[in-house]
């Protein structure tokens, strides 16, 4: 008996993306936001870095709040317009249009998933966030003048300086080797790299 010919692609297509999908990375497990020490609004300037397309920078004013219960990053353009809020809370992570947000567009050029975890990899205490990937496949550690950030095994991210603190006029380099992307965190009055 013959299979009817549109079965065997639409076959090699599911395992094609069952395949994929395995070979992404689980989502990180979040902290507690208990785990974070109380610190009010923190005004930075952030930037993405694409490793393929460097001009392709896109530099952002935000305005970083850590609640009892949930992460808000107000993301602003250079000129003070507000094109999005993310936030991350008990319901996950999502951006808020703002008004300087084109509408039918994503406000970034990387998921509110990926944007909320990067920044608690560079808020929260080390000891935080190795509590919270105890038991899955993540795991955090410190290397010498760096926070690694580790699925499996392999480097996901490395983030300059290990240890640090955003309440203080220190920039922090987040290099993703998984999303392919720089993210620099910045005091406003800082030089842009």
């Keep these: 008996m013959k299979a009817p010919s549109g079965l065997l692609p639409a076959l090699l297509l599911t395992l094609l993306l069952v395949g994929c999908a395995a070979l992404r990375p689980s989502p990180p497990p979040s902290p507690a936001f208990a785990a974070m020490p109380a610190m009010g609004p923190i005004q930075r300037r952030l930037t993405l870095t694409p490793d393929a397309q460097p001009q392709q920078a896109r530099t952002l004013i935000t305005v970083i709040s850590l609640e009892a219960d949930r992460l808000r990053a107000v ?4 000129y ?6 993310l936030v991350r809370d008990a319901r ?5 249009s703002g008004d300087a947000a084109v509408p039918g567009q994503a406000p970034l050029p990387v998921p509110a998933d990926w944007l909320a975890a990067r920044l608690e990899w560079c808020l929260w205490p080390l000891e935080a966030l190795q509590r919270a990937f105890a038991g899955s496949p993540w795991s955090a550690q410190r290397v010498d003048d760096s926070r690694e950030i580790r699925h499996h095994g392999t480097l996901v991210a490395r983030i300059r300086p290990a240890d640090p603190r955003l309440g203080d006029a220190e920039r922090v380099l987040l290099d993703d080797r998984q999303g392919e ?11 842009p790299p």
Excluded: C
């Design 75 to 78: 993301l602003l353009t250079p």
């Design 80 to 85: 003070g317009q507000r094109l999005a809020t």
């Design 92 to 96: 996950g992570s999502r951006y808020e």
């Design 181 to 191: 992307y720089r993210l620099t965190i910045a005091p406003l009055e800082d030089t």
